[in-house]
């Protein structure tokens, strides 16, 4: 990827703040093009009655609770 499907500035290889993975950062409008499957996996782990939930550390929706789930990555098994 060269150019920002967006606003097509040029985009460079970096892991964006917050993130552990490469990515394509668009240098003009700090877009970051994802390249994964797309792919939400979640789970609903429970004891005896109770379900346990995370408390969103991220926008959006910083600081609700959530179940534990997230996009899968390229090579990532479910
Ligand atoms: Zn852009």
Redesign the pocket.
Known sequence: MKF?S????D?EKKIPEDDNRQRYV??????IHYQNPNIVAGTIPTWGDKVLLCKRAIEPRLGYWTLPAGFMENQETT
């Open positions: 920002c967006h606003c097509g500035d985009v668009c240098l003009g409008c700090e877009h």
